[in-house]
């Protein structure tokens, strides 16, 4: 019996492995290469490939390099080719996101012969390209944009109507380029969905509805909170009725926020009473959060933060925004209590408790030792620039806020790293809490803070900059920081890219020689906002020399990632892989390696899907076995949406010094899905997330490449920001491989 059960799956693997299987390696390494470097014409030959697997894996590169030339040559695919390779050319559009792809998008989605699988992936195209191109808020629209969201709803609707034979993937891609896209009609055609059979289309319809504030389902999504057996559904009804103020709602949110099982469920409907902005809801909410806090202090350890605390937070963070200036002693013995246990490292209490009570009283329960204190403190004052105290303690407080602020941004904009230590991490907190109170020396000090070593200070400050009134000062200050941040910044690109963002917003055209100089940085990112930037007609038209440069600059390959120069002294923006890596990378199968992760909570494990992104894969298990992750605090947990970490400052700022192109995928960001945090298209590097439930709005935006199962997500579920990821080990075939640290 165990030798047919060991047949039968490898019977199993042999066909989920087939397709990446009929690649020869040979030509796997060179997409890979192709992909790595962003080198369209290198993937050409691939993507007119009559071996139907190259062509799949070639069009999914396509999408990933994102070169509108593609274009053409991948929608003769879709309307000409192979129906199995058809789906892959529809991903591939909308990856490139280019509006030359519309009309091909709209053609296609008016065949009605069109299998369930294209069907999905045009609907998902069409969303992706129509909200990539659909221009800035409050414009007149594109009517081929207005087709194309008319085709989505029409699909949708004829769905709906269909007594049998409904196709999932149609309905649930549908309904996310619907979000995407907004047409007149989304909510009426998602509300069809809340009484779907399955319990993932309606959970994505009350999804639809609640970010789209829509008020015209709730009896049906009152009924999903109350009896829905689904917990992601219930969760989403609930978040929907928030957002559609459905005051009728009130008391099963309350039953919801208090009583249910599923700890996601109960997180949604405590947001969405806040969101109902009745006062009432204080009183169980106190309740619940009180019987919540006598656990978490019977089991608080001094290494532990008890599971409790996400759900604590958020209570907290409601009652500051029902209770404003009321003095309810409920509410702030609760956040004292809180706060005696906490230490001064989540700003959520001492921020909610100032809203609720502000004056003298408001001190942190902790002492200025760990950088975390300082960020909440810096946090706390600044939050004065936002609330309005109706007693005269507070208002004073008020009044004072900027100038016991005004002495912290000074010294941070002029303090040493390397005398701070991590102190410095609370650096860009203070600044842009000193940034609220719009003071007349605001800029001087940002302008200090430029000339700062720390780079996400420089970056804080960019960015802050980038918000005031244009000046010569202000331009002149950004043009001589990324000068130097060019020559300096060896392994974070934060800086360059922030002030060249901010100088260009500022006065695009004293932008123009920054821009040119970014041209010719070894950092690819940098380059491709200099190219994106130096793109645009209203400049090219006040600089005619522009267009040549550009042209110039792309016969450099300066539009590509180049190898890898050791001469430049830094490894941002650049090919670090060797065809040994990429030989390696390439060899592993989805679910033959795996990340086996101890923490303060327990062991969980995530299964690499190496085949669908195997260049992350591999950049995730060198930092693994280079001990990168272990003992790296978690820094942000939203709940009923991701656990994230992988940052070695603990503020998400931080990375390993490179950054990693993306390998988006057709893969789906359900419950359990590990995907590439990013600050941008090609910027991930090291931090890495864990989805809490189904994410639509994540796929094909992050790259997914891994997975928890549903018994481990039981230990992901309970871990909260500040745990300790203990120790990260690669399981890779039947072994654990543990090496020193890998030189890249």
């Known amino acids: 019996m165990k030798n047919t059960l060991k047949i039968a799956a490898l019977i199993i693997l042999i066909f989920s492995f087939s397709a990446i ?139 709906a109507k269909k007594t049998s034979g409904q196709s999932k993937d149609v309905i649930i891609q549908g309904l996310t380029a619907a979000l995407r896209v907004r047409p007149e009609g989304t909510d009426g055609v998602a509300a069809k969905f809340l009484t779907n059979m399955d319990a993932r289309v309606r959970a994505d319809a009350a999804n639809v509805l609640s970010r789209m504030r829509a008020k015209n389902a709730n009896t049906a999504l009152r009924t999903i909170l109350l009896a829905d057996d689904d917990a992601v559904a219930r969760a989403n009804a609930a978040r929907a009725l928030g957002a559609a103020d459905d005051k009728d709602a009130f008391n099963i949110l309350i039953e919801a926020a208090i009583g249910d099982d599923d700890s996601r469920v109960r997180v949604s409907a405590i947001r969405s009473l806040a969101q109902l902005k009745d006062k009432k809801a204080a009183e169980p909410l106190l309740k619940h959060g009180n019987a919540l806090l006598e656990r978490y202090k019977k089991d608080k350890k001094p290494s532990l933060f008890p599971k409790e605390q996400s759900e604590l937070l958020e209570i907290a963070v409601v009652l500051g925004q029902l209770l404003p200036n009321t003095f309810d002693e409920g509410a702030v013995a609760y956040l004292r209590g809180f706060g005696e246990l906490d230490n001064a490292l989540s700003p959520e209490i001492y921020i909610a408790r100032l809203r609720i009570a502000p004056g003298r009283g408001d001190k942190m329960d902790g002492g200025l030792e760990d950088w975390r204190q300082y960020s909440t403190m810096a946090q706390l004052i600044g939050e004065f620039a936002s609330v309005e105290p109706t007693n005269d303690e507070g208002k004073q407080m008020k009044a004072e806020a ?211 992104a195997p260049l992350t894969v591999d950049n995730f298990i060198k930092l693994a076995n280079a001990k990168y992750f272990d003992g790296l605090d978690v820094h942000r947990v939203v709940p009923n949406f991701v656990m994230q970490d992988g940052d070695p ?45 189904p994410q639509p709005h994540l796929d094909g935006g992050y790259t997914v490449f891994g997975k928890v199962n549903e018994n481990d997500m039981k230990v992901v579920d309970n871990i909260v920001r500040g745990d300790k990821i203990l120790t990260v080990r690669i399981v890779e075939g039947n072994s654990p491989r543990r090496t020193q640290r890998t030189q890249r």
């Not at 192109?661 to 057709?666: D, F, G, L, P, S």
Request: net charge positive.
């Open 402 to 612: 900027p100038q016991v602020l005004r002495p912290l941004a000074e010294a941070y904009a002029d303090a040493d790293p390397s005398e701070e230590g991590k102190r410095i991490f609370a650096g860009p907190d203070i600044l842009r809490a000193y940034a609220r109170f719009k003071t007349a020396d605001l800029d001087v000090i940002l302008r200090r803070a430029l000339s700062n070593k720390d780079v996400f200070i420089r970056t804080t400050a960019a960015n802050l900059l980038g918000q005031q009134p244009a000046s010569k000062e202000n331009t002149d200050a950004l043009r001589s920081a990324f000068t130097r941040a060019l020559v300096t910044d060896k392994r974070d690109n934060d800086a360059q890219l922030a002030t060249l963002s901010a100088l260009n917003k500022l006065d695009a055209k004293a932008s123009v020689g920054s821009l040119m100089v970014a041209l010719t940085s070894p950092d690819f990112l940098v380059r491709k906002l200099a190219f994106e930037l130096l793109s645009k007609k209203d400049l090219q038209k006040d600089f005619p020399g522009i267009e040549a440069s550009l042209e110039d600059a792309r016969k450099k390959r300066g539009d590509k990632v180049l190898p890898l120069n050791p001469a430049y002294g830094t490894k941002l923006g650049q090919v670090l892989n060797t065809n040994a890596d990429y030989r390696r990378a390439a060899a592993r199968k989805n679910g033959s390696a795996k990340a086996v992760f101890t923490t303060q909570k327990g062991r969980f494990t995530i299964d690499l899907m190496a085949e669908d």
């Open 649 to 693: 400052l603990g503020n998400g700022s931080g990375g390993p010094g490179w950054s990693i192109r993306c390998e988006v995928n057709m893969l789906a960001y359900e419950r359990g899905v590990v995907g590439m945090a990013l600050s941008g298209k090609h910027t991930g590097g090291s931090q890495w997330f864990v989805t809490h439930s």
């Open 21 to 159: 299987a009929q690649v020869p390696v040979a030509t796997h390494i060179a997409i890979l290469k192709a992909e790595d470097s962003l080198d369209l014409d290198a993937l050409k030959p691939f993507i007119i490939s009559k071996n139907i697997a190259v062509q799949k894996r070639a069009l999914l590169a396509a999408g990933r390099i994102g070169d509108a030339r593609a274009v053409d040559g991948v929608a003769a695919i879709l309307e000409n080719g192979n129906a199995a390779v058809k789906p892959f050319a529809a991903f591939a559009l909308g990856e490139i996101e280019s509006e030359m792809a519309i009309t091909f998008v709209e053609r296609a989605l008016q065949d009605t012969k069109a299998s369930p699988e294209l069907r999905a992936r045009l609907l998902e195209a069409a969303g992706k390209i129509a909200a990539a191109n659909a221009g800035p808020a409050g414009s007149e629209k594109d009517p081929r944009i207005v087709r194309l969201g008319d085709a989505i709803l029409d699909t949708l609707d004829a769905e």
